[in-house]
C-alpha cells in the first residue's frame, strides 16, 4: 500500500495563507520562479487604473521600448495633423513633395512636443500656432509623467535574491536528514535582520468523486529563521525530525502529492530604509534527494572573502 502523507498542522497557525485550498482539474505552482502569483485576474473590464503599478513593475527593457513607443507614435499622430491642415501652415520648409511633406511635420512636431524650437521650423497662422501650444502643454505633461515613473522605478525598494536552483535532502547531524536551499543578495545594497518563512504545500485528492482536490499548508520548523546580517550566502536549513512531514517519507511520496516548498524571505535594506520581501518556491521535482551544496565563497590570503554567485546551485551527490 502507498504510504500517504498526514503531516501536523501547526494550529496556530491558518492553513490558508491566502492562496485558496481547493481547485478542480490541474494545479500548478502556487509561487513562480520570478516571485510572481500564478493568478490570472478576468472580469475586471478595461481600466487604466493598474497602468503605473505595470510601467513601475515591468523590466526595465520594455519600459524603454513602451515610453520610446508612445513618443513616436504621438508625434506621429501630431504630424498627420499638421500635414492635414496644410504643409502651408509650417514655416521654413524647404520642399513640399511626397512623402517630405509629413517628415518636415514629424520634424516640427518633434521640436514642439520637447519645447525644444531651434527656430528653422515654425508654425504660421492662427491654427497651426493653436495645435503647436496643445502639443506643448501635452508633451509637457507627459515628460513629467514619465520622470515620475522613472524616479518611483529607481526609488522603488526591492529586494533581488538569487536563490539555488534546486534545495536538497542531505545528511545531517544526529542521524537526521536535512532539506536545505541558499540565497545570496545580488545588490549591492546591505540586507539585515533577515527573516525567513518556509511553507510546505500538499495535494489531497477527495475519494467522493467530485473531482475537487484540497492544498494543504504545514508550516516547516527552520534551524535558523532569522539572521543579523546578510554579506555573504544563507543556506535555509530544515530538520527533517520526528515533528517534520518530511519524516520517514521519499522522493515518490512528495511526487504523488504534487508537494510544492513556498519560500518567503524579509529585510530591512538600509538604502531605502525599508523592510523589502522577497518570493521563491521549488516544486517536488526540484528537489534532489541525497546531494550536498559545495562552498559557495572563499577566503583569499589577502583576507577579503569571495562569493561565487556561479557556484550557488553546485552540488555533490552523496548517500542518505
Known amino acids: 500500500m502507498k504510504r500517504m502523507l ?59 521600448i513602451i515610453i520610446f513607443a508612445f513618443l ?47 527656430g528653422v521650423l515654425h508654425p504660421v497662422g492662427h491654427l497651426a ?12 505633461m507627459c515628460f513629467a509623467l514619465i520622470t515620475g515613473m522613472l524616479y518611483g522605478r529607481f526609488s522603488k525598494p526591492s ?12 545528511p545531517g547531524k544526529n542521524g537526521y536528514k536535512t532539506l536545505q536551499f541558499r540565497i545570496a543578495n545580488m545588490r549591492n545594497s ?7 518563512t518556509l511553507i510546505l504545500v500538499i495535494v489531497e485528492k477527495n475519494s467522493d468523486g467530485t473531482g475537487i482536490s484540497k492544498r494543504s499548508f504545514v508550516d516547516l520548523k527552520l534551524q535558523r ?3 543579523i546580517f546578510f554579506p555573504l550566502n544563507w543556506t535555509i536549513v530544515h530538520v527533517i525530525d520526528e515533528e517534520s512531514p518530511f519524516y520517514g517519507k521519499e522522493y515518490q511520496d512528495f511526487v504523488d502529492m504534487n508537494a510544492e516548498l513556498i519560500v518567503m524571505v524579509k529585510g530591512y535594506d538600509d538604502t531605502f530604509s525599508q523592510t523589502v520581501h522577497s518570493r521563491f518556491s521549488y516544486k517536488c521535482k526540484e528537489i534532489v534527494w541525497g546531494a550536498r551544496f559545495k562552498p559557495a565563497y572563499q577566503t583569499q590570503t589577502s583576507g577579503d572573502i569571495f562569493l561565487y554567485f556561479d557556484k550557488m546551485s553546485e552540488y555533490d551527490e552523496v548517500d542518505l
Open 6 to 64: 498526514k503531516p501536523k498542522i501547526d494550529s496556530s497557525r491558518t492553513e490558508d495563507p491566502g492562496t485558496g485550498t481547493q481547485y478542480t482539474i490541474n494545479s500548478k505552482r502556487i509561487i513562480n520562479r520570478d516571485g510572481s502569483f500564478n493568478v490570472i485576474k478576468q472580469g475586471l473590464g478595461y481600466s487604466t487604473r493598474n497602468v503605473y503599478q505595470s510601467l513601475i513593475r515591468m523590466s526595465w527593457t520594455r519600459f524603454f
Open 190 to 196: 546591505n540586507l539585515m535582520e533577515m527573516q525567513a
Open 129 to 140: 500656432n493653436i495645435l503647436a501650444v496643445l502639443e506643448a502643454v501635452i508633451g509637457w
Open 72 to 118: 513616436l507614435l504621438v508625434n506621429a499622430l501630431f504630424a498627420s495633423i499638421y500635414a492635414l491642415i496644410g504643409i502651408d501652415q509650417l514655416g521654413g520648409i524647404t520642399t513640399t513633395k511626397g512623402l517630405n511633406n509629413f517628415l518636415e511635420a514629424y520634424y516640427f512636431s518633434f521640436q514642439t512636443f520637447t519645447t525644444v524650437g531651434y
Open 159 to 170: 529586494a533581488h535574491l538569487h536563490y539555488s536552483d534546486k534545495a536538497l535532502v542531505s
Open 225 to 227: 529563521n532569522s539572521i
